[in-house]
């Protein structure tokens, strides 16, 4: 059976001045699930990831129209601290951003700043409890002292991937995670998303057709700013209702 659903976009629509990027997007996004983003650059994926954790706040120039709940409360409200909600919505780049801090600092700067530890012990725990979630605990357990960055792109991908597991986030966003790494490194962040599932909502932007059906259960379609299609990952590679979206995965456009 499926699990709850997580969260439900209702009428969203995003406009950068006067460019309306994102239309009438509705879609209930399910719990303990990847649910994957695909479409051809420019048709609205990152913008409306961004709705999820309200990153489109900190853009010039864009509104956000609609209505975004998360487990039933409008994450747009103004009740709704936005620190407190990016805690709760992680978010995963491109490009792996460590900070240019110890791998053990990167991963307690979140809980230390949102008073998580009342100890180095309990700190400790987090951190590594963390960095085992991310799969990287056993390749970096001896030198937790050393920078972030001195790390391979696909070992930073995952502190980056630690670093949010850190502060108990109930959603993971990943946009395009594996774009800057080489197929092993690849390999292994699908390796950990698919067991990452089990214990959060993540939601994944992909260029790679081939990744959306290797790690997800729900595919989303986008094109030109609408949401096409949107369902089991399975029907939308194998029996695509809309033209449209046949057309893409076979390769025809994008
Ligand atoms: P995708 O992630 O599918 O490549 P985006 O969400 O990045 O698409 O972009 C959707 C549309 O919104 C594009 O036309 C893009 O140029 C525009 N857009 C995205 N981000 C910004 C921004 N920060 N400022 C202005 N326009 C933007």
């Known amino acids: ?20 990027a994102l239309r009438h997007v509705s879609m209930d996004i399910p719990d303990r699930s990847v649910t994957a983003f695909i479409g051809p650059s420019g048709c609205g994926k990152s913008t409306f990831l961004r709705c999820l954790n309200r990153m489109n706040d900190t853009i010039d120039g864009a509104r956000v129209t609609g209505q975004m709940l998360m487990d039933d409360e409008d994450v747009n409200d103004r009740a709704v601290d936005p620190v407190i909600l990016r805690a709760r919505v992680g978010m995963v780049f491109q490009k792996p951003n460590p900070f240019p801090k110890s791998i053990y600092d990167n991963v307690a700067y979140g809980p230390r700043i949102h008073g998580l530890a009342t100890s180095r012990a309990e700190l400790d725990d987090i951190v590594e409890t963390s960095l085992r979630r991310a799969g990287l605990w056993d390749e970096v357990s001896d030198r937790l002292l050393h920078p972030g ?17 850190a502060v108990n986030p109930e959603v993971i966003l990943m946009d395009e995670p594996c774009s800057a790494l080489d197929p092993i490194a690849t390999a292994k962040i699908e390796e950990l998303i698919d067991d990452l599932r089990s214990n959060y909502c993540i939601i994944i932007v ?8 290797r790690v997800s259960q729900q595919t989303a379609f986008f094109h030109l700013g609408h949401l096409v299609e949107y369902g089991p990952t399975e029907n939308i590679f194998t029996t695509p209702r809309e033209t449209r979206t046949q057309d893409y995965i076979t390769g025809r456009f994008g």
Do not use: C, P, W
């Not at 992909?206 to 059906?213: E, K, L, V, Y």
């Open 1 to 20: 059976m499926l699990d709850s659903v997580k969260l439900r976009a209702r009428d969203i629509n995003v406009y950068y001045d006067k460019e309306h």
């Open 149 to 165: 960055t001195s790390l391979s792109g696909g070992q930073q991908q995952r502190l980056v991937i630690a670093r949010a597991i």
């Open 206 to 213: 992909t260029h790679s057709m081939q990744q959306a059906a």
